[in-house]
């Protein structure tokens, strides 16, 4: 079946560092992968996303990487801030299907 | 712009009460998800609507069950309400097409407790 798990729940990094959460996915026939951001008391937003047939993807501050191989995501945030405290997310979605899966979901804590 | 609007944000109900839970699209979204989400979990997916009909659906009973409008809000309603319904429920909202990528808006979610 599908489903799309995160290696750590809780990661904890020093301000201006980078971040890298990973996560672990099983549906290989996925055609999209996302990563979202919940902050407290507020909706997932979504931050990024990369097909399946790409291996690395950049957006402002943030890089995906894919790796097909070992079915493993990743989301790099470069100079991390305070304001990216929050719960990440690693989705997938197949292509002509209406569901986005979620996983459990990593606690970034960025100390000041 | 409005986003993604739901309402209310908070209930509280009982076992066996039946709750409706609402949501306007973002401006220009035409496709409505729902999610459930419990507490230190990521989002489960209930269904979607399109076109005021139920277009794909995930692994929950018949107690749920929607509504989309012609003006493209939804509804989405739970019968015979049990401890276990307890979470925060958000709508989702994409443009037709763009759905396929996995490119949600969510708003910010109706917290049901059920006592």
């Known amino acids: 079946g599908e489903s799309v798990g995160l290696h750590l729940p809780t990661l904890s990094v020093q301000e201006g560092d980078n971040s890298i959460i990973n996560c672990a996915y099983s549906?290989?026939?996925?055609?999209?992968f996302i990563w979202y951001k919940q902050e407290s008391g507020k909706g997932p937003q979504f931050i990024i996303d990369?097909?399946?047939?790409?291996d690395k993807r950049q957006g402002q501050r943030v890089t995906v990487l894919l790796n097909k191989t070992v079915k493993h995501l990743s989301l790099q945030i470069a100079a991390t801030q305070p304001g990216d405290s929050a719960v990440y997310f690693c989705?997938?979605?197949?292509?002509?299907?209406?569901?986005?899966?979620f996983g459990t979901g990593t606690k970034l804590q960025v100390i000041p | 712009d409005a986003g993604v609007t739901q309402s209310p944000t908070h209930l509280i109900k009982t076992r066996g009460q039946q709750v409706t839970l609402r949501c306007s699209p973002k401006?220009?979204?035409?496709?409505v998800s729902w999610y459930q989400q419990a507490l230190g979990q990521g989002p489960q997916f209930i269904f979607q609507?399109?076109?005021?009909?139920?277009?794909q659906r995930g692994n929950f009973p018949d107690r749920f069950s929607g509504h989309q409008f012609p003006n493209y809000s939804s509804e989405l309603n739970v019968n015979a309400l049990l401890l276990g319904d307890s979470a925060l429920y958000l709508c989702?909202?994409?443009?037709?097409?763009?759905?396929?990528?996995?490119?949600?808006?969510f708003g910010e979610g109706s917290r049901l407790t059920v006592l």
């Open positions: 401006s220009g979204h035409d496709t």
């Open positions: 609507y399109y076109e005021e009909e139920e277009r």
């Open positions: 989702a909202s994409s443009r037709s097409g763009r759905t396929n990528t996995g490119e949600l808006f």
């Open positions: 989705a997938e979605n197949k292509e002509g299907y209406q569901k986005v899966t």
């Open positions: 549906n290989s026939a996925s055609d999209y």
């Open positions: 990369i097909r399946s047939n790409m």
